[in-house]
């Protein structure tokens, strides 16, 4: 049991290309999350899936697209990479558990660096 | 606008000392409240969560506190060991299957 997985652990981009950076996780959740953590702004939420086959925006989605491609994985893609785009990329999913709590679990990020 | 603020931003404290990190949210509708610790350069680690409806939750020498009414909460650790270090945040849900509102953290270092 994997939990949340993220890939690639680092990347660094030149400004206006292009990437996708990929998450999934074993734990059968319904919701899945991408956040972006940046020094002194915490954690804001880009986007999330509530469900397999519906996405939402969240408070900074601009410049993001998402897609939940299964009920497993859900990726974020840059479409032309900017340096405010810079950050470190956390993916994260939940679900109801026994005993009737509904946590949310992150993966171990990704770190992107657009020059 | 939900906003969360944790106070204080920095801590130091000498190993064995017993500590409160503070929590406060503006918006009181709240579905539930989760604690989590960061360690440098690492994800996010879930410690301990509180639904609306309850006053606290306790795990190990950790409890925290939920003060709905007034828009708080308190991470207290207990006689606090350096493997302790690391910045905790509190973060908000104001329902299921919706965004969580972060913190900014209290970044901890505990000393021998």
């Known amino acids: 049991n994997a939990g949340v997985t993220q890939t690639p652990k680092f990347q660094v981009l030149k400004t206006g290309q292009s990437m996708t950076l990929q998450c999934a996780q074993d734990m059968n959740h319904n919701s899945m999350y991408w956040y972006r953590q940046d020094p002194g702004m915490g954690l804001r939420l880009i986007y999330y899936?509530?469900?397999?086959?519906?996405?939402d925006k969240g408070e900074v989605p601009n410049g993001y697209n998402v897609s939940r491609l299964n009920k497993r994985e859900f990726s974020l893609r840059l479409e032309s990479a900017a340096p405010s785009q810079t950050s470190v990329y956390f993916c994260?999913?939940?679900?109801?558990?026994?005993?009737?709590?509904?946590?949310?679990?992150f993966g171990p990020g990704t770190r992107l660096t657009v020059t | 606008k939900q906003e969360v603020t944790q106070i204080p931003a920095a801590l130091s404290v000498p190993e064995g000392e017993n500590l409160v990190l503070n929590c406060s949210f503006t918006d009181s509708a709240i579905y539930n409240l989760q604690w989590f610790r960061q360690d440098p350069g690492k994800g996010l680690t879930s410690l301990l969560l509180?639904?609306?409806?309850?006053r606290e939750q306790t795990s190990g020498r950790l409890n925290a506190s939920l003060d709905k009414s007034s828009g708080r909460s308190t991470l207290y650790i207990a006689a606090s060991q350096p493997g302790d270090s690391a910045t905790y945040l509190c973060?908000?849900?104001?329902?299921?299957?919706?965004?969580?509102?972060f913190g900014t953290g209290t970044r901890l270092q505990v000393t021998l």
């Open positions: 973060a908000v849900s104001p329902g299921t299957a919706s965004k969580l509102t």
């Open positions: 994260a999913s939940s679900e109801w558990d026994e005993d009737g709590l509904y946590e949310q679990y």
């Open positions: 899936s509530a469900s397999e086959g519906t996405t």
């Open positions: 509180i639904q609306s409806s309850q």
